[in-house]
């Protein structure tokens, strides 16, 4: 779809639900309120629903107030699915009651591995955000941005850029980074958030998961990390996730995978590559998708079984 057409699909819409994937991150985040700010523009109502943690860090930019979790169908004419182009990819509450819609719009970056039937598609998998994507259509209708949503924007772009480190990176991001310290998002702010606020809780389960991992012949560095051990030091999933790409920065490893526990004995892996390795293929052959170089799926089972799983799929690479 053009941003024309989208215009038009928002215009002739009177209520809008928004939603991202499951286990949201910055870039989703920035997409979900990059979109709802697109619609409000365009004349529609639109609603953002979500259930982030609330001790997420995500909200220390985010506005939380804005973020609705109970969702009918029956008060909305059109979705807009961001950051995803999967039902399964929604969270669970959702799944069922977003396809008796039968409006909807996806927007998103990544490759499509099955396209869900029904639904109209923006998808660009050469921009290295979802948030990026919402920023040019807000550009090509030359809405104007507030500082706000300037700053959400690009709160999305440095997540899933890694602050303009991951191979993603390229020259329409930046110009995306100009355009929004045009329209004046704080980027200090972000960075405050993202980069300076790491709690000694974090530090120490940072030292422990590089006293667990374990390194397979081909340098395919994985660790398994169970609600029980957070437990211990105080922490939490969210605290986990902030520390796969330092786990990527060794140079030794060509392979990062990173289990943590989401519910009893269900595990999010989650999958970072460099050296010339690629991730999307395995995590899709274990039934998860994702980038090259940055791609998840799920395990079952117990800290042992998940860690033996991992030793298995190490041999894919
Ligand atoms: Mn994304």
């Known amino acids: 779809m053009t941003s024309k057409e989208i215009k038009k699909l928002i215009t002739s819409a009177k209520n809008v639900a928004i939603f991202g994937h499951q286990n949201p991150d910055l870039d989703c985040f920035g997409a979900l309120f990059g979109a709802k700010y697109l619609c409000e523009k365009l004349g529609a109502k639109a609603t953002i629903f979500s259930n982030p943690p609330k001790n997420s860090f995500l909200l220390n930019i985010f506005d939380g107030k804005e973020i609705e979790s109970e969702f009918f169908s029956e008060n909305f004419d059109l979705v807009i699915i961001l950051d995803c182009n999967l039902f399964s990819r929604l969270e669970e509450k959702y799944r069922e009651e977003v396809k008796k819609i039968n409006n909807i719009l996806v927007i998103d970056h990544h490759p499509q591995v099955e396209v869900e039937n029904g639904c109209k598609f923006l998808i660009d998998k050469n921009k290295s955000s979802a948030s990026l994507i919402i920023l040019e259509i807000l550009n090509e209708l030359k809405i104007p941005l507030t500082k706000e949503v300037a700053t959400y924007i690009y709160a999305g772009v440095v997540g899933d850029t890694g602050r303009f480190l991951h ?79 330092d786990l990527n920065q060794i140079k030794e490893f060509n392979v990062v995978m990173m289990a943590y526990e989401i519910e009893n004995e269900n595990y999010k892996v989650s999958c970072r590559s460099k050296n010339g390795y690629e991730v999307a293929g395995v995590a899709v052959r274990h039934g998860g998708g994702g980038h090259k170089m940055a791609a998840g799926f799920s395990l079952k089972g117990s800290v042992k079984q998940v860690e033996k799983a991992l030793e298995k799929i190490s041999e894919e690479f």
């Open 167 to 245: 191979t993603n990176t390229d020259v329409a991001t930046f110009e995306g980074a100009i355009a929004l310290l045009k329209s004046g998002a704080d980027i200090q702010k972000v960075y405050d958030v993202v980069y300076r606020s790491k709690t000694l809780t974090q530090i120490k389960i940072r030292d422990y998961l590089f006293s667990i991992y374990k390194l397979s012949p081909k340098n395919v560095c994985y660790l398994v990390i169970s609600k029980k051990m957070l437990e211990k030091v105080g922490g939490s999933v969210e605290d986990v996730k902030l520390f796969i790409d």
